[in-house]
């Protein structure tokens, strides 16, 4: 029997607050264990908590930004379970009454578009975190990141493989990083992704027992877990076996998933509102003002690159993929306004130095100015394009401007016509074969001369030079 696969994502967004959601704690990452909490965010008794507008706000902007609808009142709930890490033996979130509900996501799979639905956007409390000693069979307990806003996209059962799923998480985290609403750190734990899955006959519309796979922190992690579990589940139904309805771990080491718990269902939870918060009511003045504000997200974005800059759709998504590559294609825009030449450029060598720096191109030395003052150089024939390249590398150890380098390594392009010519002349009668070869008709040749001539002017000469004028001295 052939199956087919039912993904549904949950995706936890660290807000880029300075403050806690409940509390005035910090958010900073990396601070000392336990220097970031007071009494309200470990749950001490008296204590009331008071929402955060400016997470209020964020949890709005991509709830807008995502087509959802915002309810004219949301409730805050207690999500009661216990765990070490959860001081309160509750988390503060929503449950009945979220923030948002019935929006989507378009997204594009080799090629095809595909609609995502979402579910649901609720506002909720981070836990604290476990730190297991490596050497004791002991935890210690960091309440820092307790009371840290979230916000949990929920998408509908709408996605069928995990390639599906990994472009999804990708336009979501595009646009939280667009919205600055969240830095997208996967690894630090700001976005994390939570997936079900479950297998059914291709043809069925019944769902089939689904087990859940935990926090997983990387689009790579998130699609081999995927893959592991549907080979998984495929093997046990052919030999007639039953799915466990579970929690899974993926372990990146043995490349496989393993049971983790039994899948709790919400009644295990014990909802019931928060008694020492009030129901959340936006006003739709606020909500027209945060609508209004909400930046060019990357699908239109990607639509004007198409538009005003004649860009084939597959180099527009590339530019768009990260808001700050496509600022930085903008700004080189401004020196050199040509944008299929500065786009192949970027997708080629910039793109090829930002992925050896962590910090994306924010760590680049080369500024878009820099870049498209080296492109314009080229394009009026001051310097070859393989020249071009060398001072590119100079710039991206240096950070120093094209001009500069050229000037100090001597690279100034040779366009002076008697002294290439003279060059030429000695190549074409240190090689009679291919010249007779030429004008026998095999015009291929011709590049082995050009090449010849940039080899003795180690790669200064203008080509376009070059090539006239063997093309001129092996007619006569």
């Not at 820099?370 to 001072?391: C, F, M, N, P, Y």
């Not at 010849?452 to 203008?462: D, F, I, S, V, Y």
């Amino acid at each position: 029997m052939e199956y087919e696969a039912v993904i549904g994502l949950e995706v936890h967004a660290q807000l880029l607050t300075r403050s806690k959601i409940f509390c005035g704690c910090p958010t900073t990452f990396g601070a000392p264990p336990n220097t970031q909490t007071c009494p309200v965010c470990l749950g001490m008794p008296g204590v009331l908590p008071v929402l955060n507008k400016r997470a209020l706000e964020f949890a709005l902007k991509m709830a807008l930004a995502t087509h959802c609808h915002i309810a004219p009142e949301s409730v805050f709930a207690r999500k009661n379970y216990f765990y070490p890490d959860l001081p309160k033996g509750y988390q503060i979130s929503q449950y009945e009454q979220p923030l948002a509900e019935h929006g989507h996501l378009d997204i594009t799979v080799n090629g095809r578009p595909k609609r995502i639905g979402i579910t649901r956007i609720h506002l909720e409390e981070d836990a604290g975190k476990l730190i297991h000693s490596p050497t004791r069979p002991v935890s210690f307990v960091d309440f820092n990141r307790t009371g840290v806003p979230l916000i949990e996209i929920v998408s509908e059962p709408d996605i069928r493989t995990p390639e599906e799923a990994v472009e999804y998480l990708k336009a979501l985290r595009n646009i939280l990083l667009y919205l600055e609403i969240c830095d997208g750190n996967m690894e630090e734990g700001s976005l994390r992704c939570d997936a079900n899955i479950s297998l059914r006959p291709v043809g069925s519309r019944e769902f089939g027992v689904k087990t859940e796979l935990k926090n997983l922190n990387s689009f790579r992690f998130l699609r081999q877990a995927l893959e592991y579990e549907i080979r998984r589940q495929r093997a046990l139904l052919s030999e007639g076996r039953e799915i466990v309805q579970e929690t899974r771990l993926w372990d990146a080491a043995k490349g496989q998933t393993f049971s983790m718990r039994g899948k709790e269902e919400a009644h295990d939870y014990r909802y019931f509102p928060d008694p020492d918060l009030v129901p959340v009511k936006v006003e739709a003045t606020w909500l027209e003002e945060l609508r209004r504000s909400l930046p060019e997200l990357p699908a239109a974005r990607a639509a004007r690159f198409q538009r005003d800059f004649g860009l084939p759709a597959a180099d527009a998504e590339v530019l768009t993929s990260d808001k700050a590559l496509a600022d930085y294609f903008e700004a080189c825009l401004k020196e050199f306004p040509q944008p299929k030449k500065v786009a192949n450029w970027i997708m080629s060598e910039l793109l090829r130095e930002v992925k050896k720096e962590e910090a994306g191109i924010a760590a680049l030395r080369v500024s878009p100015q820099h870049l498209g003052r080296l492109l314009a150089l080229v394009e009026r024939g001051d310097i070859s394009g393989k020249i071009a390249k060398t001072v590119f590398d100079e710039m991206v150890a240096t950070g120093k401007d094209p001009e500069a380098i050229i000037q100090e390594k001597g690279l100034v392009q040779i366009s002076d016509v008697e002294a290439l010519e003279a060059l030429a002349r000695e190549i074409i009668v240190a090689h009679p074969k291919e010249a007779a070869d030429f004008r026998a008709g095999k015009t291929k040749v011709l590049g082995f001369f050009v090449g010849q001539l940039m080899k003795k002017t180690r790669g200064q000469a203008n080509p376009r030079l070059a090539n006239e004028i063997f093309q001129r001295l092996l007619a006569e």
